[in-house]
T-cell receptor
């Protein structure tokens, strides 16, 4: 693994089904994030985790849940998928606290999961 | 609400020209600023970051920051068709306590015409 790995790459899912999107990073970043990206709406934060064992809600958390049992993994679960959850989902990681005032705090993104709910 | 604003474009420039991408942000306390490039169907890729007022150059890319005006820009010199992508501006903002998160703009679509 180099960086962040997301799985699956794409998925077609029947409405009402449960689905878990997987995300694993090997950079030992303490913070991880899930975004969805929709045309015209940009990247919207779903959930985040500043450190293993803690999670927080972003701007569009409804219908999604996350867990952070360890540093490397941050799965995103759709309990009962709906068509409005059709989107491209990106996982990202970073340091939660800046490494110095000018530290490079940029996020590293996974390659994304294209999810279609029908 | 803390916001980052970008012109959605599309911005169209001829090959070899300078492309200028602009971004404004609402949080005056923001410290670090990032530019991501996203090709169609791909994930965002970090290309520049800046935290001091003025210019920062890296190859054909120059990031410019003016904290007083709450304005950050990205210049791409000698634009190439391979620069055609969506460019996302991101700003590091405090999210509570000593934790920070990036707030992203919606992106500007750049097209470089051969």
């Amino acid at each position: 693994i180099a960086g962040i790995t997301q799985a699956p790459t794409s998925q077609i899912l029947a409405a009402g089904r449960r689905m878990t999107l997987r995300c694993t990073q090997d950079m030992r970043h303490n913070a991880m994030y899930w975004y969805r990206q929709d045309l015209g709406l940009g990247l919207r934060l779903i959930h985040y985790s500043n450190t293993a064992g803690t999670t927080g809600k972003g701007e569009v958390p409804d219908g999604y849940s996350v867990s952070r049992a360890n540093t490397d993994d941050f799965p995103l679960t759709l309990a009962s998928a709906v068509p409005s959850q059709t989107s491209v989902y990106f996982c990202a990681s970073s340091w939660a606290r800046p490494q110095g005032a000018g530290g490079n705090y940029g996020y590293t993104f996974g390659s994304g999961t294209r999810l279609t709910v029908v | 609400q803390k916001e980052v604003e970008q012109n959605s474009g599309p911005l169209s420039v001829p090959e070899g020209a300078i492309a200028s991408l602009n971004c404004t942000y609402s949080d005056r306390g923001s410290q670090s600023f990032f530019w991501y490039r996203q090709y169609s169907g791909k994930s965002p890729e970090l290309i520049m970051f800046i935290y001091s007022n003025g210019d920062k150059e890296d190859g054909r890319f120059t990031a410019q920051l003016n904290k007083a005006s709450q304005y950050v820009s990205l210049l791409i010199r000698d634009s190439q068709p391979s620069d055609s992508a969506t460019y996302l501006c991101a700003v590091k903002m405090n999210s509570g306590g000593s934790n920070y998160k990036l707030t992203f703009g919606k992106g500007t679509l750049l097209t470089v015409n051969p």
